[in-house]
């Protein structure tokens, strides 16, 4: 499928989510010599029923896993646990390689995952089944105030990235639900990191130092760079190793995850705390 099938699919695969209340506060902090603003993607700029991407957390992925396969013609046969079985594989593979946060291709596995079934499919089958599976085990939708708060953000100059796990599909949900690429609401291109695109994912520093490094070459400090996400382990935690501000995203009960037993995080404190996206170029004002 082209990028613009898979598009539709996201379309037609989704339907409206609304946040979930927390009972953290927000805490605004004035930042006005922020020149960059990073962000995670999946509980942060997007509702994500699993909280995070959600091929690996599934609870009961059977019936999505068949769904999946019928949707792209193939057999229904299998069940999940063949998806998670070559997840762990590749992770261990990847982790006696070295590797501490392994992230895997979720194309190549799925391509194992139907060698197993005595089945094979192109590579845009695959693709396709992938997705067909994700937005089932994960229904996805933007968060409110996403697109608003980026052309703020734009407006007043900031540079804007990712830094976030992710797949091959994720970068399609902005056009899917905002019409708009990221490249055209004003992310560069070059500051875009993706856990799938390294091969190691959250909470190593590894993303995060890719875009240190990235953002030094155009003459911006790590000081001068907030980092948003939900999660104070695999984004609080290594961005603030890096050196970058820090907000950590308390607007849905169903991504916040502020690991309090994580020895990691109770040594770390966010710069900013946010409710919503809105309240985040609030800080930013110069």
Partial sequence: MTDQELIERIRALSHPLEPRPTA?????????DVRAVLFDIYGTLFISAAGDIGTGLAVDGDSAFRAALEAVGLPPGGGAELLTRAIEAEHARKRAAGIDHPE????AIWRAVLERLGLSA??????????EYELRVNPVWPMPG???TI?????????LGVVSNAQFFTPLLFPAFLGRSLEELGFAPGLCFYSW?????????RLYDLAAAE???????PRQVLYVGNDRRNDIWPADRVGFRTGLF???ARSLRLREDDPRCRAVQPTCVFKTLPQIPECCAR
Avoid: C, N, W
């Avoid at 052309?151 to 540079?159: E, M, N, S, V």
């Fill in 24 to 32: 953290v506060a927000a805490r605004l902090v004035p930042l006005p």
């Fill in 104 to 107: 895997v291709d979720i194309v």
């Fill in 122 to 131: 192109p590579e845009t089958t695959l693709r396709r089944l992938a997705l």
């Fill in 146 to 148: 996403l697109a608003e």
């Fill in 151 to 159: 052309d703020a953000l734009r407006r007043r100059g900031l540079r």
């Fill in 197 to 205: 695109r390294v091969g190691i994912a959250k909470p190593s520093r």
């Fill in 215 to 221: 953002l030094a070459r155009q003459g911006i400090e």
């Fill in 250 to 252: 308390a607007g849905d």
